[in-house]
């Protein structure tokens, strides 16, 4: 699978961890890392741009224009938290379609694989039979 490319999530993906980066404060991406800590730790079920903006402490129009601010949006950074998710599974278990969907927020499986194709260039199906 292609590893993802954008730096803040690799940021927050490695202070997913150290987890002290955040509070620090002196990020020129404050805002994305602390949407993408919310994306990367929570059920994406429920988190819709709505309940993160409540979590931060600010309306969900606050949150968008920080997040223009950052030159990113909401939808960017779930998409990429949905991706770093879905790579953290895979190398974990070999699960189904429809469960990766269910675990990544997608209320339809057909639009978890037109992610996963976008992802990695090749449809779920085809990088499963790659991986046997």
Known sequence: MQHL?????????HTHTTSNH?????SQYRTTDRVLQILL???LYRLRVESVASQLGMSPTTLRRRLRMDHTHYQFLLDRARQY?????????RLPGKCLADELGYLEVNSFY????????????????QQL
């Open 22 to 26: 955040a509070q620090r404060g002196d």
């Open 114 to 129: 037109r992610a996963f194709r976008r992802w990695t260039g090749v449809g779920f199906s085809d990088w499963k039979a």
């Open 5 to 13: 490319h954008s730096a803040a999530l690799t940021r927050v993906a």
């Open 41 to 43: 730790q929570g059920d």
């Open 85 to 93: 998710r879905c790579e953290q599974a895979l190398r974990t278990a």
